[in-house]
């Protein structure tokens, strides 16, 4: 065990070095607005986030093997909703739920940073309200909207992506498997939606399919991010 802490911290060092070179990249590209400068702020960044991931693995192996109160590790897991930032709304028939990153490119081979969080939120609020007596959302027929918001401050070449390159099939299964009846075609419509604001983030919206147009009349005007309108 002892050899699993000293991998943890040198990749924690490592993370650390390339995220503070990052910073640093980042003030420069924003000061000079240079895509070159962006390039090399994306492959730190990059390179940061893989070594996060090594972290990860490596923190959730050792999680599992010194963690042995079941009751414990439910409460871990509970709490990473919060840790991921993910939050779940549900109002005048309308799930809304708003994910602090982009949707990922669906030629993208690793999803698993966004999926598996996303599935245990979904689980954990549907719990919650259950358990509450609060009402559950189902759909026989409905329309998921996907909003992407792209940091305005951010340069925008090469990271606005077109709506057919996003990945959404994932999304549809997680969603269909706590609201839907199913993410086949005939019961289920997607609709994308491109804004900027101070932040990237994604936001989804699903309702029954009779209720989007009037629902898109209404916000399509006022889908400012910065005005909160969503």
Excluded at 93 to 99: F, H, N, T
Excluded at 184 to 208: A, K, N, Q, Y
Aim: glycine residues 4%; contains cysteine; negative net charge.
């Amino acid at each position: 065990m002892k050899g699993q802490l000293d991998e943890t911290q040198a990749l924690s060092w490592r993370m650390e070095q390339y995220m503070a070179e990052s910073r640093n990249v980042l003030t420069s590209c924003i000061r000079l607005k240079s895509e070159l400068q962006y390039d090399y702020f994306t492959e730190l960044v990059l390179e940061a986030a893989k070594t996060a991931e090594k972290l990860t693995d490596k923190l959730r192996r050792l999680t599992l093997e010194v963690t042995v109160n079941p009751v414990q590790y439910e409460n871990y897991k509970a709490e990473l909703v919060t840790i991921h930032g993910i939050e779940v709304e549900f109002s005048e028939g309308i799930v809304k739920v708003a994910l602090p990153l982009l949707m990922p490119h669906r030629k993208d081979f690793y999803t698993d940073f966004l999926y598996k969080p996303l599935h245990t939120a979904l689980q954990n609020w549907c719990m919650k309200q259950v358990k509450n007596g609060m009402e559950l959302p189902s759909y026989e027929e409905c329309l998921v909207c996907f909003v992407h918001v792209y940091n305005k401050k951010l340069p925008l070449a090469g990271r606005v992506r077109d709506h057919d390159n996003i990945e959404e099939k994932h999304v549809l299964d997680i969603i269909s498997s706590f609201y839907l009846k199913s993410d086949s075609g005939l019961f289920v419509d997607t609709f994308h939606m491109t804004r900027l604001g101070t932040e990237d983030g994604t936001f989804l919206f699903v309702m029954e399919s009779s209720r989007f147009p009037g629902w898109i009349r209404e916000k399509s005007q006022s889908l400012d991010i910065e005005k909160e309108a969503l």
